[in-house]
């Protein structure tokens, strides 16, 4: 029953957000799917950089049966570098969006909540955060981190999750304020429930339908932060996992030789992951926002009539 | 008479919004220096610990203060931004201030193009889209604004790198001039399209335009995606409006209702949009400076990262901050002008 009512927008939604939801589905199933099986699915380890037999794949060789995508110019295959690089975006990601849920929601929540003194100054903060050029932020904090504990799946995530702490944040207590108001609450106040059940059960409840969609819009772009990061050689150490942006990195002297698939795949790969996110953020807003909701006019069935007197005899 | 209240309110709300960016700068500042000056420990050390002996550390670091207490070097900080002193660089002795200077006007060359690309693109491509909305056309033009933000800016421009540069050989792929109009070009305002038109060089300015089209047209592009999306979505809320109802029913053609009274309207926003983009476009400069070969002050950032340079660092971060600050103000005080009901 539950699910069903959850499902209801979804089942209603016709024609374009019906497709793009689909598309967006589809996309971000394949590359978790690439992402889990990496090690069955590609030919090669991501820093396998001979065969069996100890012969080296050779440096930035053009694509062959061997290697679909060429290799680079360290002499591993490109393939399985985007098939890794997959796993390493999923990891980032889902870490980032969770630290920054973490930390976004239960402060939006008491702050726009509580409001006063607190909530003042938490929105100075977050605003502050905001208004300065993520990426900036992200690479300071990144190098910061990476001076102290090392680069890593972690850094990286701890590095976007900054950036987007500020967003949800927002979200959240902005919701919250509008909430708080509701007559709903109101009586559950009056019925003596406690500050955390009335934020728990009934403001939340409320609030958290936003962050689907909130979630995979950055989830989308924290895809390209860590490509940035990566690019900017503050993402993750290449030794110990494949990274698009690292990639396209090394890709970029390529370019001068006339070498394009070293860079176009892993490129293509990043394209390919965010449009999906989006396109599946996109169709979830354009599905379950009811402003933007366009329904289907339905058909409206009227109840056949018991009895119908045939024509001749009407008026009789 | 009737100017008289306007003009003060205006002045009024503008005095509110400065009043309240204050705070704003004093956080960004603290954060910068908590984060620059707190957690590693005093920049010298990190910048040169290992390369020079110890005694001459210990001299460096007393010379630069960083013996004091921490609360003393703090207000030490925030005197010297309060007279526009972002340090002196620790690997090359360079004043901040002329490295925001000199190369920030790269970036400032850069991303003014970028600009004008990126609002050409995106106002006319999210005009279309919403004018004909659900029809092929919008979803050409919304796919392509969504691929355009999927793709990272350094992608397009390797992308750009192999096609115009390589296969074509159109365009130049790395820096901002030739070597030959780098050393013949006298540059006094740094803006190497101006300076050319100022010394009359056509030649120069050739070379100069040629250098700036893949990535002003790159990071442009990205900005660009933004675009398309607010404008469509501002086209789709004008045409729902009541005066749009109002002028179809007193029979002015389609054309004249769309041109005169849902675009021009639609566009307005745009002007909040483009103060929004400046982060997006500060990051993507970065990015496309360091795509191209581009010796803007992302670059140079960049360099003293990899130096770990904390002074440097620290001054263009706090310059970032204050800069960002800036544009927040102004682009709020013209949305105010623009339109009164913004005001408090």
Redesign the interface.
Known sequence: MLGGRFLAPIREAR??PLWVLWAGIVITLVFIVLALFAPMISPYDFDEYRTGTGERFGKQQHPSADHPFGTNVLGTDVLARVIFGARTALEVVILAVFFSLAVGLPLGLVSGYYGGRLDRLLV??M???F??????LA???A??LS??IGRGVFTAAVAISVVYIPQYFRVVRNHVISVREESYVEAARALGAKPRTVIGRYVLQNVIQNVPVIATLNA?DAI?TL??LG????GIQPTDAAEW?YD??R??SD??A?I?WT??FP?MA???L??GL??LG?GLNDVLNPVLRRRPIQAVILPERQSRLPADQVGV | MAGTPHTTSLRTYALTRLALALPMVWILLTMVFLLMRVAPGDPISAALGGRVPAEQLQERREAAGYDRPLIVQYFEYLGEIARLDFGETIVDRRPVTKVILQNGAATLELTLVALIVALGVGISVGLISGRYRDTPLDIAGRLFGILIYAAPVFFLGFLAQIVFSQWLGWFPSSGRASPVTSFDLDTPTNLFLIDALIALDFDAFIDVLKHIVLPATTLGLVIGGVFIRLVRVNVLQTLQGDYIEAARARGLSERTVVWHHAFKNALVPVITIIGLQIALLLGGAVLTEQTFNWPGIGSELIRYLNNRDYIAIQGIITFFALLVVAISLVIDLVNAWVDPRVRY
């Open positions: 024609g374009v100075l903060i605003d502050s955060l208004a300065f050029p993520y990426l900036l690479i300071v904090v190098f910061l001076d102290k989308a390209l490509a940035a690019f900017l050689g503050y942006g396209l990195q890709a970029i370019a001068g006339g394009w860079g176009l490129g990043i394209v390919t965010v449009t989006t396109l996109e």
